[in-house]
Structures are given as C-alpha cells and as structure tokens.
C-alpha cells in the first residue's frame, strides 16, 4: 500500500520555534506535524517545510529576510515532493506585520489567489490525482507580548481571519481548520507545546474524517 503524502507548508509555527528564542527548534516529540505523524501511523508520511518568516505574498525590504515569499517557492515544492495527497498550510501570521501594511481582507486575497486557486489545481506529474488542500486559521499573535513588528491592531486583525480563511475554503471547495483558539507562548506569536499537541489531535480527527 502506498503511504499517503501530506505536505505541512507554512512559517515557523511549522518549523517549531520555541517562543522567546533566538530561533531554537521545540524537538520531534513535541512540534506537530510529528506529533501528527504519530497519531497517522505508518500509512502516512508527513512532510515538513516551514519557514522562519515566511509570508502570503509580502516581500521584506530588511537584509537576511529574502526568499520568505511562500508564493514563490510553492511551485518547487509541490514538484519536489510530488506526488502529494494533501497540502496543511498555515500561513498569514507574518503578514500582520506593519512594514507590510496589510487589512484583514488582503491577507484573504493573498490566501485565494495564490494559494485556495493554485495548489487544488496543480496535477501531479507523476500520477492522474491533485492535492487536496486544508487550510488553518493561524493562532491570535498577542501584540502585547510580540515584537514591536507587528504593531497595534495586530491582534484584532489576526482575530478576523478566522471567518475570512472560512468563507476562502467554502468557495474554493478546500477544507479549513480554525487553531485561532490555540495558546501562544510568552514571545505572543509562537505555539506553546501544548498548542502544538491540540493542533495535531485537531489534524488528526480532521484528516480521519477527509476522503484522502
């Protein structure tokens, strides 16, 4: 039988950055996609590709942030880890910073365009199937405790697109995960562990209950 490939395609929540850190990484029995590579089993392999910063779409002027645009280097990583049975993104919390000046709505439109109307349509080279696509709502960043980066407002914004990434997946036929309930640790945009471990027992009931 063959395994069923997941992709988990997004920022350092994905990654596994330990909130408060200078970029240290939580280990395998704690970040996520392995944890919810555990509760799949053997069926199924899981694929991580977060990235530090990476956003929707927006480009970063400062030095030491290039290649963080995630809509540029989709492409090459669905070719590369094709063929794919799903792709879990979790992806928009870097574009709440203010250097990017982004509404709630934007952030939307950067998710449908470029992603909700891309990755379902993209057809494997190697078999006759298309990747399914399901989309989480990121956590709230809490712009008490979080860089001055993300500035106020932050959190009221992050808090809108819950019902925003909804109304993306229904019109795009994806399916949609909300973890805006999730606990963030004391940097106010990372996952705690805990969050880690509901976020993958919430993929995981998810998953049993798609189609793959």
Same mark, same amino acid.
């Given at each position: 039988?063959?395994?069923?490939?997941i992709?988990?395609? =997004?920022?350092?929540?994905?990654?596994?950055?330990?909130?408060?850190? +200078?970029?240290?990484?939580?280990?395998?029995?704690? @970040?996520?996609?392995?944890?919810?590579? @555990?509760?799949?089993?053997?069926?199924?392999e %899981? #694929?991580?590709?977060?990235?530090?910063?990476?956003?929707? &779409?927006?480009?970063?002027? *400062?030095?030491?942030?290039? =290649?963080?645009?995630?809509?540029?280097s989709?492409?090459?990583?669905?070719?590369?880890?094709? $063929?794919?049975?799903?792709?879990?993104?979790?992806?928009? !919390?870097?574009?709440?910073?203010? +250097?990017?000046? /982004?509404?709630?709505?934007q952030?939307? +439109?950067?998710?449908?365009?470029?992603y909700?109307?891309? #990755? $379902?349509? !993209?057809?494997?080279?190697i078999r006759?199937?298309?990747?399914?696509?399901? #989309? #989480?709502? $990121?956590?709230? &960043?809490?712009?008490?405790?979080?860089? $001055? *980066?993300?500035?106020t407002?932050? !959190?009221?914004?992050n808090?809108?697109? =819950?019902? %925003?990434?909804?109304?993306?997946?229904? @019109?795009?036929?994806?399916?949609?995960?909300?973890?805006?309930?999730?606990?963030?640790?004391?940097? =106010? &945009?990372?996952?705690?562990?805990?969050?880690?471990?509901?976020?993958? +027992?919430?993929?995981?009931?998810?998953?049993?209950?798609? /189609?793959?």
């Amino acid at each position: 039988m063959n395994k069923k490939r997941i992709l988990c395609y =997004g920022d350092s929540n994905i990654w596994g950055w330990i909130p408060g850190t +200078e970029a240290e990484r939580f280990s395998e029995e704690i @970040r996520f996609p392995q944890v919810l590579q @555990r509760l799949l089993g053997m069926d199924f392999e %899981i #694929i991580e590709e977060g990235l530090a910063s990476r956003t929707l &779409v927006s480009e970063y002027q *400062r030095p030491g942030k290039e =290649g963080r645009n995630g809509s540029t280097s989709l492409m090459p990583c669905l070719i590369l880890h094709d $063929p794919l049975d799903l792709v879990i993104l979790l992806l928009g !919390t870097n574009e709440l910073k203010k +250097e990017f000046n /982004n509404t709630a709505e934007q952030i939307g +439109e950067f998710l449908e365009n470029y992603y909700a109307k891309v #990755i $379902p349509q !993209t057809k494997s080279k190697i078999r006759d199937s298309y990747p399914k696509l399901l #989309i #989480i709502a $990121p956590a709230v &960043v809490d712009e008490q405790l979080a860089s $001055p *980066r993300y500035g106020t407002g932050s !959190t009221e914004k992050n808090k809108q697109l =819950g019902k %925003i990434y909804s109304e993306v997946a229904e @019109r795009n036929n994806c399916n949609f995960l909300d973890a805006s309930e999730l606990a963030v640790g004391i940097d =106010g &945009v990372h996952l705690t562990p805990e969050s880690h471990g509901k976020l993958a +027992e919430m993929l995981y009931q998810k998953i049993k209950s798609m /189609n793959l």
